[in-house]
């Protein structure tokens, strides 16, 4: 079988890594940056479902991410009028405790740089390529053998993945080729957008005699957001910030550090660029940082200011939230898998579950092609677009309208949340919970794993 060339060596990117080697598949990863390990400072909280966790478990990832995990206990929704100098309210709790009676597997809590650390430690460093930025795709027709060429000048043939994030470059140049041939769907000719713009951050190490929080062995996750029918006024120094849609997340990690991040909305949905562009970050921190510097946050008798000031410098990220489906996944031997085909909201850790589903099923079609190599590639392929695509845009969409339902103002919104949190009947979430988690999904060329 010809070699995958998987572009992007992110958390999806190794997943599918780590199953193409257990599966003995000939493989190498592209990856754009030039080091491979991230710094533990800073970086996002990833949410691991019991969805995936029996998949872990089969690989040999899960008993030591339990150890440098949390896991999540339930996630508390207060609400705020900012600006009244009343303390949030607890509006009603999600409870995630019944998971592990359901399916055997609590929803784990962990940092990104210490979740990609570990996986990057199951991926042979002389497969993994740094500084391999791909800038064009070559494939003259549908069944012909597929290039990534590389800004070195470097080139790697067989079965393209891209893996390589919402602002896909094999993504851009399939679809390229596809409009040029008046072959690219109406669909996917819409850039991605994004409505919410996220600041992000971890703290140092935290006392958790101060901190009620944190003293927990499982994780209290809080989530507050803003109250009231009309704009409030916050003071910030000399400026005034008028806003009234935001999230403010607080996830209690190990090592007694806390997790949080902001989420604002924007007056309307803006399209993402081609690029992602990086350098803006450092005025865009600065300026959220001064804009919510004097709102309350979930914390308990902490301003956003506090929670600053408790993270380390120059690690705080300023980004978009990017959503979006596209329909065109594969084409000849080309492929696309994750944030490059699908992004969802990362609630729930969704982004991070549905690219590893999509990993295993690739994995298990490639797996499937090596042993029967006279079946035709180009239809395997379509074949795991066609068992993905269903759950995938599901996953896109429910997590675009359960962050909606906690973003919405206005009495109706209260109400709603108010009624979705206390009176909807336990049977019912754990009937939605099910639906969320039946699937499973195991490698076929290893020993299952009992569920």
């Known amino acids: 079988m010809e070699k995958v060339v998987v572009v992007g060596g992110g958390l999806g990117g190794l997943i599918l890594a780590i199953l193409l080697e257990k599966a003995s598949l ?3 990863v592209l990856e754009r940056s030039d080091v491979a390990k991230m710094p533990i400072e800073g970086g996002g909280v990833i949410t691991i479902t019991p969805q995936i966790q029996p998949l872990l478990q089969q690989l040999g990832l899960l008993d030591a991410l339990q150890r440098i995990a949390k896991p999540l206990s339930r996630i508390s929704v207060l609400e705020v009028d900012q600006g009244s100098g009343h303390q949030p309210k607890v509006v009603g709790t999600i409870d995630n405790v019944f998971s592990d009676a359901m399916y055997g597997y609590r929803s784990l809590v962990i940092s990104r740089p210490e979740l990609y650390n570990h996986l990057l430690e199951h991926v042979p460093p002389e497969k993994l390529l740094l500084g391999k930025q791909v800038q064009d795709v070559e494939q003259h027709d549908s069944d012909s053998v597929a290039t990534c060429i590389c800004t070195d000048g470097s080139r790697y043939q067989g079965i393209i993945v891209g893996a390589d994030g919402a602002y896909s470059s094999v993504r851009q140049s399939l679809y390229r080729r596809l409009k040029d041939n008046g072959l690219l769907a109406a669909h996917d000719k819409r850039p991605l957008q994004y409505r919410y713009r996220a600041l992000v951050g971890m703290t140092h190490p935290l006392d958790p005699n101060q901190f009620a929080m944190i003293a927990s062995e499982d994780s209290d996750t809080r989530v507050m957001i803003s109250h009231g029918d009309s ?20 996830v209690a990690m190990t090592q007694n550090r806390v997790c949080w991040m902001l989420d604002e909305s924007l007056k309307e949905p803006m399209d993402c660029p081609e690029v992602e562009d990086w350098s803006t970050m450092p005025q865009a921190v600065q300026e959220m940082c001064h804009r919510y510097r ?13 929670l600053f000031d408790l993270t380390p410098a120059g690690t705080m990220g300023s980004l978009s939230r990017e959503e979006g489906f596209f329909t065109t996944w594969t084409r000849g031997r080309v492929v696309l898998m994750g944030d490059a085909c699908h992004k969802a909201i990362p609630y729930g850790g969704q982004p991070f579950v549905q690219a590893t589903l999509d990993a295993v099923i ?19 392929l379509r074949s795991y677009e066609s068992k993905r695509r269903v759950n995938a845009k599901g996953a896109v969409h429910i997590t675009c309208r359960f962050w909606r339902l906690l973003s919405r103002q206005g009495r109706i919104g209260r109400l709603v949340r108010y009624l979705a949190l206390n009176f909807v009947p336990r049977i019912l979430l754990q009937w939605l ?10 490698a076929e060329f290893l020993p299952r794993v009992g569920i």
């Open 294 to 306: 004097a709102m309350q946050s979930p914390l308990e008798g902490a301003l956003m200011g506090t």
């Open 433 to 442: 919970w099910g639906r969320v988690n039946h699937r499973r999904l195991q």
């Open 231 to 250: 704009p409030f006024t916050v003071r910030v120094y000399l400026t005034y910030c008028t806003h009234t849609e935001f999230q403010i997340w607080c």
């Open 26 to 28: 000939e493989y190498v």
């Open 362 to 380: 690739l994995a298990n079609t490639l797996y499937a092609h090596a042993q029967e190599p006279s079946r035709d590639i180009v239809a395997r």
